[in-house]
């Protein structure tokens, strides 16, 4: 994981407005999410079972995060590299196989390391830098 330097953190927002904005830059809501935080995601390169990821981490600070209204705060954003199992999954379930639900097996590894981090590093900052300063995203007092 290499954490990215960019004026977002800190910057709050209402997610259904965040959620049009960064949709528009190919950056949508990650799957691992929970009422009172998630991520934003988007492919930066995918080169066989290594995916390197921009993921933009924000929390809850008013509301719910399954209501449009709900006012997030944006985190450090990152650099992660998901490389993904290719192998037969140890851990198979029968009722799982059955039912249709072990599509998706355990990474390889969550954070694996990063080759050309510095190309990914700037390629994520400017792809933040597109929408960081638009108004929907509100600054933190000083």
């Given at each position: 994981?290499?954490?990215?330097?960019?004026?977002?953190?800190?910057?709050?927002?209402?997610?259904?407005?965040?959620?049009?904005?960064?949709?528009?830059?190919?950056?949508?809501m990650g799957g691992n999410w929970d009422f009172d935080r998630g991520n934003f995601d988007t492919i930066l390169n995918q080169d066989g079972s290594n995916t390197i990821y921009l993921r933009i981490p924000f929390h809850v600070v008013d509301g719910v995060l399954d209501e449009d209204s709900a006012m997030i705060e944006f985190d450090v954003p990152f650099i992660i590299n998901h490389v993904v199992n290719i192998g037969l999954d140890d851990d198979e379930s029968p009722v799982l196989a059955t039912v249709g639900?072990?599509?998706?097996?355990?990474?390889?590894d969550k954070d694996g390391p990063?080759?050309?981090?510095?190309?990914?590093?700037?390629?994520?900052?400017?792809?933040?830098?597109k929408f960081s300063d638009h108004p929907i995203f509100i600054a933190p007092l000083v």
């Open positions: 994981m290499i954490e990215l330097k960019t004026n977002l953190p800190g910057k709050k927002s209402l997610f259904g407005d965040a959620c049009n904005i960064l949709i528009e830059h190919d950056i949508q639900l072990d599509q998706f097996q355990t990474p390889e990063i080759v050309y981090d510095e190309k990914w590093v700037r390629e994520g900052e400017a792809r933040i830098a």
